[in-house]
């Protein structure tokens, strides 16, 4: 997978069971630590893996980390309160063992693990929780976790109630609270308060800060970074978790990270047995790297549609104020839902899903993927390509065919735009390909630009200069309330036209309606109604024309035990603390 | 003796193949953007004068492909379907030179069947087809920014030598100047400060601008080296000496003297810009898709699982090399020949 857009926002809601299941103290374990047990099979003990990252991490500083490969490596070494577990999509006790919620939902209640230590041997308490919530909710830190800490306009509120149980406080009911934990690392308050205090917090934790001054609650803990090279961890002697047997986690001595900078050169590193484990490469490499399955000791793994959707959408922002007439004339058609459903109609699904991903892919029609099995509304229709169907539309709406097969609107001005993609992603620019080779079918004048990726994204978000672009997102979460950015008129990657005073149009004023309710209602049966009637309404009008979302594929070589990857974010790496060498 | 069959042979290869590629409607059996989208990356199709049972056909034939969906390079082939190859057949309509409108191609078989003799991309278009038609870009790009650069060289070399003095100072730093510039850097900046959606035509003027206006400096100085030693020459000093002006001298005595450097130059700076063409496109900022061009041909390589699985992709690399090596034969003619008259 080449860059994707990614929503970085660590999780939302689900579950609906409250408190924590199993987890007990157990017996043997010392000083009253109070461990958590793990289910999975015990491994051996020692060794450790290489994996490649596709990128040098910016950070490693938890607080401020906004890019996934700095995410990647800080999610070894941290660990947070609640945790969504990536077999079952539902929340699970972390560094907290249970907690409670007020009836009114309004409030949640904590109970953190006993005797619990940071990587340094420094003893973890209520203090450090209330430490590294203030981070996250200081706007002077700007961190990107913060806007999901904010409820109902107001700031989730944290008190201590005593040394191992923390009280939060919502101004409204939210039905994702939860799931809000997950990701949001618990900090040392006893490493990182000087530099809070004295304004130096976002020079603290950067790559080039020695391994001493860091310490956390995950499997692993820095043990050298290598500027340009790589970064290596080790094990974390006073980590939470024990196996069945009683062996405490996590079993590997060592993890090392790779920097290697495309997925092609990640693929063939791979492949030549220099790195253990290939995080979600891209479908054309499949049959490349199975070929060579069995001679070289490592098994591919398609665990089908992930939560990754790729759409076509068209500029539908007020461009009264940017002096753009060229598109505002172009957008007469944009405007018209007619015009969408055309388009859409005359899209072959079924060559996109073949051509650029080799048939590991799902088609699309809705904004949820069939990967997110809790919230999809199967009910959406799927229709086939067609182009019948795509001229009635334009013809409806006032099109027309010239003699030489040119198509025009009313007045007559033929229909051309241009479709931007990013260069990067090799498989947005062939969909945008054949989007083109479609729509040329039915007389519009199509033309694909590729641009770096942050061109674009400024275009999109920032400038408006551009008419229809090919995007992908993923949701950071199988809950929907992680994508409010996304669907609210308001919202800042609301695409098509973000960030609107009010609501431009009726339907956007009902997905507004439907998505607030939906946050603030606890059940899922009803949350699940309100939120298929938004995919109803997005399949209708279009403004988003949804195109296929890739299966996830990963690798790893035989000898890496307990290897479960998921469909969510991480991928392969969630459950580190298990992986083992045979 | 040699060196004049070299020469020949030299200007026969160039001429072939720039009359194939002139000609790209009636050599292509299908149009360069047509998508056979049950039949990318095809292997070149084998064209076959026995059939399964040994029997021999004097119309050569081709077999149906039967395609794997998920494993592309997997294609088997369907005996039973038979596709005898005919010659100056209908098919899709194209222009000759972009003004007469025609019909026929050289070679073609009846659909479905397929005819794809260097494979099919990743669209399952063709890829014979899409390198010829991309000739019609890559090579007309090549030849007019070669021609804008060495006449831009004439013009300043031939003044710089000529009139020497601070004009040749000022002309000769900044020849060094432009040889110095970070022009892919330039490039970006250009693509960055124009319109989002730019024509083809655009792009292809501003490729060829960006190259022949990039590309003067080189052959200027040469240039100016030989107008300088000509000017010194025994016969120009006594043309001088009868009264000839400025003018004269330079156009009937200077210049013609520099014509061996100047075609060696262009047959030099051909290939090279044409190379350019395929760097700039492969650096995204050539000519888009759909529309072939040999750079977009050869940037579809940069990815590893077509590197590695499909090698027909090789083949538009494989047949510029007697495209190149006909300009530089015909530069090594050249210089050999301009030498010896000069002597």
Not at chain 1, 369 to 376: Q, S
């Amino acid at each position: 997978m080449a860059k994707v857009f990614v929503l970085v926002r660590a999780a939302a809601f689900l579950l609906l069971i409250i408190g924590a299941p199993g987890c007990l103290p157990d017996a043997s374990a010392g000083a009253g630590e109070e461990l958590m047990v793990t289910e999975n099979p015990p491994g051996r003990i020692g060794g450790r893996i290489v994996v490649g990252l596709r990128s040098e991490p910016k950070t490693l500083n938890p607080v401020l980390a906004a890019d996934n490969t700095s995410r990647d490596v800080i999610r070894c070494m941290t660990a947070d309160l609640i945790h969504i577990s990536r077999e079952t999509l539902k929340t699970e006790p972390a560094l907290a063992k249970s907690w409670t919620v007020s009836h009114d939902g309004k409030q949640y209640t904590l109970h953190l693990r006993e005797g619990l230590r940071f990587s340094d041997g420094q003893p973890l308490n209520a203090d450090d929780v209330l430490f590294s919530f203030r981070l996250y909710l200081d706007e002077k830190a700007h961190s990107p976790q913060r806007d999901l800490l904010v409820i109902g306009g107001k700031p989730v509120e944290v008190q201590k109630v005593n040394d191992f149980t923390v009280r939060f406080d919502l101004v409204q009911p939210y039905a994702a609270a939860e799931r809000i934990f997950d990701g949001l690392a618990i900090l040392p308050r006893h490493l990182l308060e000087e530099a809070y205090r004295s304004g130096n917090f976002a020079h603290a934790w950067t790559l080039s800060a020695p391994p001493n001054q860091f310490a956390g609650l995950g499997p692993f803990r820095l043990k050298e970074y290598v500027l340009g090279q790589r970064v290596v961890l080790e094990k974390n002697p006073y980590y939470w978790k024990k196996d069945r047997s009683g062996n405490r986690l996590p079993y590997l001595d060592e993890i090392v990270f790779l920097f290697v900078p495309s997925e092609d050169a990640q693929v063939v590193r791979f492949e030549a047995g220099d790195t253990d484990i290939l995080s979600r490469f891209s479908a054309e490499n499949f049959p490349v790297l199975e070929r060579e399955q069995v001679a070289r000791g490592y098994h591919l793994y398609d665990l089908g549609a992930g939560f990754e959707y790729n759409f076509l959408f068209f500029n539908l922002n007020d461009l009264a104020s940017k002096g753009r007439p060229e598109i505002t004339k172009k957008q007469s058609w944009f405007q018209d839902a007619r015009f969408r459903q055309a388009v859409s109609a005359a899209i072959d699904r079924e060559s996109i899903i073949r051509l650029v991903y080799h048939g590991r892919a799902t088609p699309l029609w809705g904004n949820v993927t069939p990967g997110n099995k809790l919230w999809i509304d199967n009910s959406l229709p799927h229709p086939a390509q067609s182009l019948d169907r795509a001229r009635q539309l334009l013809q409806s709406a006032g099109f027309s065919l010239k003699s030489e097969g040119t198509l025009v609107d009313a007045h007559g001005t033929p229909v051309e735009f241009s479709i931007l993609t990013n260069a990067s992603n090799a498989q947005r620019s062939k969909m945008a390909t054949l989007i083109q080779d479609d729509l040329s079918k039915l007389g519009m004048n199509v033309h694909v630009v590729s641009l770096e990726f942050r061109a674009m994204v400024d275009r999109l978000l920032n400038t408006y200069d551009y008419e229809a672009a090919v995007m992908g997102l993923v949701t950071g979460d199988a809950d929907p309330t992680p994508e409010m950015n996304v669907w609210l008129s308001s919202g800042e990657t609301h695409l098509w036209h973000p960030v609107q005073a009010k609501p431009a149009t009726e339907w956007e004023a009902e997905i507004d309606r439907l998505m607030q309710q939906q946050m603030t209602t606890l059940d899922y049966a009803k949350r699940k109604r309100l939120y298929d009637r938004v995919q109803e309404i997005i399949a209708e009008n279009v403004p988003v024309i949804c195109l296929a979302s890739p299966n996830i594929l990963v690798g790893a070589k035989d000898r890496i035990g307990n290897f479960r990857p998921a469909i969510l974010d991480p991928y392969v790496l969630w459950n580190i603390d298990q992986l083992y060498v045979r | 003796m040699r060196r004049r069959l070299k020469l020949r042979g030299a200007i026969i290869l160039l001429a072939g193949f720039q009359s194939l590629i002139l000609l790209a409607g009636f050599f292509a059996p299908y149009n360069s953007t047509a998508q056979d989208r049950l039949s990318p990356f095809a292997p070149p199709t084998r064209v076959h004068f026995f059939d399964a049972k040994g029997k021999f056909h004097a119309r050569p034939f081709v077999y149906g492909l039967k395609n794997n969906p998920v494993d592309f390079g997997a294609y088997g082939i369907d005996f039973t379907r038979v596709y005898p190859i005919r010659f100056l057949a209908a098919g899709a309509p194209y222009k000759i030179a972009g003004i007469f409108p025609a019909r026929i191609h050289l070679l073609g078989v009846e659909e479905p069947g397929r005819l794809f003799l260097l494979g099919s991309d990743g669209y399952g278009r063709d890829q014979l087809s899409r390198f010829l038609y991309g000739g019609q870009i890559s090579l007309r790009a090549g030849l007019i920014a070669a021609a804008l650069s060495v006449s831009l060289g004439i013009v300043m070399g031939g003044l710089a030598g000529f009139y020497g003095g601070w004009l040749d100072n000022a002309l000769m730093r900044g020849a060094e100047l432009f040889l110095a510039l970070p022009w892919l850097y330039l490039l970006f900046a250009v693509r960055a400060a124009l319109p989002l959606h730019i024509t083809q035509s655009q792009v292809f003027l501003l490729l060829v601008a960006v190259m022949g206006l990039l590309g003067w400096a080189r052959p200027a100085r040469l240039i100016r080296g030989v107008v300088l030693s000509a000017k010194e020459r025994n016969f120009v000093l006594a043309a001088r000496g009868f009264g000839a002006s400025d003018r004269y001298l330079l156009f009937r005595h200077v210049l013609p003297q520099t014509s061996g450097v100047v075609l060696t130059q262009i047959a030099l700076l051909i290939p090279q810009f044409v190379l350019a063409e395929v760097t700039l496109t492969f650096l995204g900022l050539g000519v888009g898709e759909p529309l072939a061009s040999w750079g977009s041909l050869l940037s579809s390589l940069q990815q590893y699982s077509v590197l590695s699985s499909y090698w027909w992709m090789f083949l538009p690399a494989l047949l510029l090399v007697p495209l190149f090596l006909g300009y530089y034969l015909a530069a090594d003619a050249l210089q050999e020949r301009f030498k010896s008259v000069s002597l």
